[in-house]
């Protein structure tokens, strides 16, 4: 299975290049796309902090995504749980993927210096 950069996320997220677009449909069109934790991660990053998007818009990009038949996540489970964690918290959608990452492979709780995370399930002060 072929995996779309955070880019390729982007354009068919945002549509603000129309050649861009065309190529990342085209590529969606020929099969599922694989997409990491990390692209996940750094797609939020960028639709926050270069588009302004709201936590709300993004989270519902993330809903999209989580179950989007022609993107492939490679942990959607961790993101789903990220996902709730962020529309309840105060801390940072990164934050929160972090904790669900470390949930997921066992190894609780996340300690941090972080006051926010740290009041999330499975989280704890250093």
Request: aromatic share 6%; net charge negative; no cysteine.
């Amino acid at each position: 299975m072929r995996a779309a950069d955070t880019n390729v996320l982007i354009r068919l997220i945002e549509q603000d290049d129309p050649a861009q677009l065309a190529l990342a449909e085209s590529a969606v069109a020929q099969g599922p796309l694989w997409v990491s934790t990390l692209v996940v991660l750094e797609m939020v990053w960028v639709l926050e902090a270069g588009y302004g998007r709201s936590k709300m818009e993004i989270a519902r990009v993330l809903e999209i995504l989580t179950t989007n038949r022609d993107l492939v996540l490679e942990a959607p489970d961790v993101v789903r749980a990220a996902l709730g964690l962020w529309a309840e918290g105060a801390a940072k959608f990164s934050d929160y993927l972090i904790l669900e990452a470390a949930n997921a492979a066992g190894h609780s709780p996340l300690l941090t210096f972080d006051k926010r995370l740290a009041k999330a399930p499975g989280a704890g002060k250093v």
